[in-house]
Each structure stands twice: as C-alpha cells, then as structure tokens.
C-alpha cells in the first residue's frame, strides 16, 4: 500500500511540474492523457475557458470496435488517432501534450503517436 502512494505522490508532483508551463488556449488547446491498469483517456482542454472541446477513452465504442486483437500500446494508438478525427471536425490542428506526470513511453507515447499520424501537430 505504501509503495503505491509514493508512486501516485511522486507522478502528482511531476504533473503539478508540468502543468506549471503548459497551458491550452483556444487557439492551441491542451492535449491531456491518463491512463490506467485497464484503460486510457485523452481530453482536449481549453484552460482559458475552461471547457473540455473534445474527448475519447478505449471504453468509447468506435475504438472498441475497431481494437479486436490489439494489446494496450495498439489501443492506445487507436484513441489517438479518434481523439485527432474528433479535432479536426472542431478545426483543430494543433494542440499542447500533456502527459500528465506519466512517463512518455508505452501507451503514452503510443497516443501521441496516433494523434499524430491522424493530422494533429504538437
């Protein structure tokens, strides 16, 4: 139990970090990723107003349908690539990664990639 807190205080402390020098305008809004044991989520955040634009998890139905045979690096991909089709039918071309204290790397990295190759620019 004990190890789980410091790592989930140690990733909280990384993000307080992050989220000191990065920001989503309008213009540029902010590309959020969380991921857990089972799932991954990404939000397009506009801080400025404080609204969320645009929003898609491995739980949303078009990316399950479509994650027959995939591992979680694979579906994390997937949600990438929906989460930039979601963006460009708001005409959002580029947007800020935030990684949310998780290390870029796996599925993290895996979303970045996928929204990417679906049009997005960061």
Do not use: W
Not at 18 to 34: D, M, W, Y
């Amino acid at each position: 139990m004990a190890v789980k807190n410091k790592k989930q205080a140690g990733r909280l402390r990384r993000k307080r970090s992050i989220r000191k020098r990065i920001s989503g305008t309008g213009e540029r809004p902010r590309l959020s990723v969380f991921r857990s044991n089972k799932h991954i989520y990404c939000q397009v955040i506009d801080d400025d107003s404080g609204v969320t634009l645009a929003s898609v998890s491995s739980q949303t139905d078009a990316v399950k349908s479509a994650a027959d045979g995939k591992d979680k690096t694979g579906l994390a991909t997937l949600v990438g690539q929906a989460i930039a089709e979601k963006c460009k039918e708001k005409n959002i071309e580029s947007v800020v990664f935030d990684r949310n204290g998780f290390i870029y790397h796996g599925r993290v990295k895996g979303v970045a990639e996928g929204a990417r190759e679906g049009g997005l620019k960061f």
